[in-house]
């Protein structure tokens, strides 16, 4: 377990940061940048929470730790060091994926993009899900230039997508979905 004893500690006071591996890295460094955004994906998480109950809400925190997870798969370069490090694993975009699909069934087949909106919690989660694919950009930015864990890239990918499939779950079903109008405003 993680004790945390002392919020700040006056290490990034020059504008650099530690890895998970003890290794000080600029604060704008693609790793950091990485879990930086799988963070902030965390944070709007946290807010469509407000807006969710029963079983969705359950879901929506277990995959905030999963979010955790995945940070600290990011946070320590693989190959370095010799602590094992946690990492994100198949099974867990498995699990994204086997929720992905029991949604979908209930869902009517789109005929147009969906806005975000409908609900609040359709909203949020819309929100989470355009910084979940901003993480994956930055995932798979890192990935040119560093070794970044395959099933974690797998993870936020699929995360992006539970995330638009709740959405809609969450507009009663998609009944209440705000379709677009292409060109409504000419």
């Not at 969710?52 to 997870?69: H, K, P, V, Y």
């Not at 975000?116 to 899900?129: E, F, N, T, W």
């Not at 355009?130 to 040119?144: C, F, G, K, S, Y």
């Amino acid at each position: 377990m993680v004790k945390l004893t002392r919020i700040y500690t006056k290490g990034g006071d020059k504008g650099t940061t530690s890895l998970g591996t003890g290794k000080r890295v600029p604060k704008h460094d693609l790793r950091v940048e990485a879990f930086g955004t799988v963070d902030e994906t965390n944070a709007a998480i946290g807010v469509a929470r407000l807006h969710t109950s029963g079983d969705a809400d359950a879901t929506l925190a277990r995959i905030q730790n999963d979010l955790f997870d995945l940070g600290a798969d990011l946070c320590a370069p693989e190959g370095e060091g010799t602590k094992e490090r946690l990492r994100i694993t198949d099974a867990q975009v498995e699990r994204l994926e086997q929720e992905i699909d029991l949604m979908n069934e209930e869902l009517a087949p789109l005929n147009s993009f969906v806005l975000p909106g409908g609900s609040a919690a359709s909203a949020y989660l819309h929100l989470a899900r355009t910084i979940a694919r901003r993480a994956e950009r930055d995932m798979t930015r890192l990935a040119e230039h560093e070794p970044v864990n395959p099933a974690a890239i797998r993870y936020i990918n699929r995360l992006s997508d539970h995330l638009f499939v709740m959405a809609r779950y969450e507009n009663d079903k998609g009944a209440k979905d705000v379709l677009w109008k292409p060109g409504a405003n000419r």
